[in-house]
């Protein structure tokens, strides 16, 4: 970089000494003759010289504002780079040191994970909509399928992260639509509701499928039952340890830091339980797909999309409802 | 181990526990549902409880609670309980141990 340094504005000096100069030689101040010509030579020369200066002082002064207002430019843009990154959860220090994922902001970040996930599954959905409408082959709707139970993989791999870092965000579903909130159980669907609702999408279904179909339903349902009842056994122990703090002894501070240990280890096991339910969405949807042909989990595959979509534009007609 | 074992095969489904996991509490009531009636070691409550847990984890139990045995034969944790369970094949394994009958 060029040494632009702030140098003194001398422009007005050089100014003002030319008027000076010119004021001087009209009123005959200086001597235009022979006599002092060599001094007004010289004076004249310092003068140029001077102006010179001054021209060039001015196009540095330019040249460094310039620079000042294209660096600005540059620290806005910047700003408003690090305000989005900083939106999507990325943690970047102040020192400027790298960047790592999932600071503070681990719910803002999965909330546009999983955005990102709905987007390219409806996406999904759609090819294979348009593939079962223009009646395409088993070996083309089966790639379509086999893609999208494994995009379901991603998402539960993506929740299970999320819930090691913040296990009441994806336990309270905000990251959902308010309808699909209201049926919420452990952080996400309820397979056997799921599989009801296929029942009667899904005809004809052999004999045989019709059982196993049936036999998956049952089984999701006593899964999901007993992980049920080991939440409630989980918040009672809470409660219990909660209240066992409580007490006349209210000096007892080692006590109420041991019940606060212990409720601490307890909410520690929430995150299991969300495994658990996510694992059993996950082998209900592999265990459906084992059952029915290609075609027939392509229709449930739509149909899940579609029972899905309404809920989610319930909730956009209840959030848009007009309020007296 | 011996101790894991032994208990593993004294009865048709056998599931150790701790007092305070509350997803043993989950599996002990789905085995329940199934109307199979485990046999239910508390780790915490067992003398050799620390060295059940070891032999548990050697097992390749994680967490090691709970851990669940069907006719003597290790079957899994909680997550595989479910899975099998989803094919199908925890009801069939109970009903070949004899501790249910349909």
């Not at chain 1, 007993?226 to 703090?245: D, I, P, V």
Request: a positive charge.
């Amino acid at each position: 970089m060029a040494d632009v340094s702030p140098m003194t504005d001398t422009s007005t000096d050089a100014d003002t000494e030319d008027k000076n100069l010119r004021n001087a030689l009209s009123q005959g101040l200086v001597a235009s003759d022979g006599s002092d010509k060599s001094r007004d030579q010289k004076m004249l020369r310092r003068l140029a010289q001077n102006r010179e200066a001054a021209r060039k002082s001015r196009l540095k002064k330019k040249a460094y504002v310039q620079q000042l207002e294209s660096s600005r430019m540059k620290l806005t843009q910047l700003e408003q780079e690090l305000q989005r990154a900083r939106q999507q959860g990325i943690f970047i220090s102040n020192s400027g040191e790298q960047a790592q994922s999932m600071g503070g902001n681990g719910a803002l970040a999965f909330d546009v994970e999983y955005a990102r996930w709905l987007e390219e599954h409806n996406r999904r959905v759609n090819e294979l909509r348009g593939a079962v409408n223009q009646h395409a082959g088993d070996g083309e709707l089966r790639i379509i399928v086999d893609g999208i139970l494994a995009h379901y993989d991603d998402i539960f791999r993506i929740k299970g992260d999320a819930a090691k870092a913040d296990v009441f965000h994806i336990l309270s579903g905000m990251w959902k639509t308010p309808a699909e909130r209201c049926f919420l159980w452990l952080g996400g669907f309820r397979s056997s509701e799921l599989l009801k609702l296929l029942l009667n999408q899904l005809e004809p279904l052999t004999e045989q499928q019709l059982m196993s179909i049936n036999n998956l339903q049952q089984s999701s349902q006593q899964a999901e039952d007993a992980l049920s009842q080991g939440m409630e056994a989980l918040q009672q122990s809470l409660a219990e340890t909660l209240a066992a703090s409580l007490g006349p002894s209210t000096g007892n501070v080692a006590n109420y830091m041991g019940q606060m240990a212990m409720a601490m280890g307890k909410l520690g096991t929430l995150e299991g339980f969300i495994r658990q339910a996510d694992n059993l969405r996950q082998q209900t949807l592999q265990r459906m797909h084992s059952i029915l042909t290609t075609r027939q989990s392509a229709r449930a595959l739509l149909a899940i999309n579609d029972y899905f979509s309404r809920l989610r534009a319930l909730s956009s007609l209840w959030l848009a409802r007009p309020r007296e | 181990m011996d101790r894991v074992r032994d208990l593993a095969s004294k009865r048709a489904a056998v599931i150790f526990t701790k007092s305070s996991c509350c997803m043993c509490h989950s599996i002990k009531a789905l085995f329940y549902e199934l109307g199979a009636s485990p046999a239910v070691h508390e780790l915490d409550q067992d003398a050799k409880g620390r060295e059940m847990e070891c032999a548990l984890r050697a097992l390749g139990c994680n967490p090691t609670v709970p851990a669940v045995f069907i006719g003597g034969r290790y079957v899994g944790s909680a997550k595989d309980v479910i899975s099998l369970h989803v094919d199908g094949s925890l009801k069939q394994k109970l009903i070949d141990a004899k501790a249910i009958w349909f």
